[in-house]
């Protein structure tokens, strides 16, 4: 596919494989430590930082690695488990005294084979808990934090989402893409579906005369 084609509908396809990870200093640490699975220093972790930042990828490359289970912090239960498994979103689930009651149990039962990694927004001390000891428990995690990207690996994460729907897009768009949106990993992510999007409801390939577009309309004025 040429960057003059226009796009088809082939629906996107999220790389999360170990190749398809990017490697920066904003998550170079939470890199290492997964990769040195099954020789985790510790058994339980959190890794933490914004939308879009990279922990579902990280968790599940560790979910391919380990055959963990993955589920929501707002789904734990408190059924018996003898095996790895990945809680995510922590601080966005509502604190109950059975959520809290589940969370504090599996990480009372981490033990190697059956290691516990967990994923949120803020640091885990400041994850939300009505069950104190699990509070403390929180405070204690080891975590490994992922900062914001820089603009060269911003646009390397751009370019790999629209890898993922099967796009082709030159360099210079995506680069100007890059410095005309918020720096974040959510807004790249949130930007390349609506242009993928766009560029199917009007035929058009994904160009610069296309990014002007859509950043002028979010911003409500007019190209």
């Known amino acids: 596919m040429t960057p003059s084609q226009l796009p088809l509908p082939l629906g996107a396809r999220s790389a999360l494989s170990r190749a398809d990870l990017i490697v920066a200093p904003s998550n170079e640490r939470a890199v290492a430590f997964i990769d040195s699975w099954p020789d985790w220093p510790v058994v339980a972790a959190a890794l933490h930082g914004p939308r879009g930042c990279g922990k579902s990828h990280l968790a599940a490359i560790w979910q391919d690695m380990s055959g963990a289970h993955v589920i929501p912090a707002s789904q734990v239960s408190l059924r018996g488990r003898r095996a790895p498994?990945?809680?995510?979103?922590?601080?966005?689930?509502?604190?109950?005294?059975?959520?809290?009651?589940?969370?504090?149990?599996?990480?009372?039962?981490?033990?190697?084979g059956a290691e516990v990694l967990l994923t949120g927004a803020e640091p885990p001390q400041f994850w939300p808990a009505v069950l104190p000891d699990l509070g403390s428990r929180f405070a204690a995690l080891v975590t490994f934090p992922l900062w914001a990207l820089d603009e060269t690996m911003l646009a390397a994460l751009a370019r790999k989402l629209f890898e993922d729907r099967q796009l082709a897009?030159?360099?210079?768009?995506?680069?100007?893409?890059?410095?005309?949106?918020?720096?974040?990993?959510g807004a790249v992510r949130d930007f390349v579906a609506?242009?993928?999007?766009?560029?199917?409801?009007?035929?058009?390939?994904?160009?610069?005369?296309?990014v002007r577009e859509l950043i002028s309309e979010e911003e409500g004025g007019t190209p």
């Open 85 to 112: 498994i990945v809680i995510e979103d922590v601080d966005s689930a509502t604190p109950t005294m059975a959520r809290d009651s589940a969370l504090f149990a599996i990480l009372e039962s981490a033990a190697r």
């Open 169 to 185: 897009v030159p360099d210079v768009v995506i680069e100007r893409m890059i410095h005309l949106l918020e720096r974040s990993p």
């Open 194 to 210: 609506r242009a993928d999007a766009a560029a199917l409801a009007r035929s058009r390939p994904i160009n610069l005369a296309l």
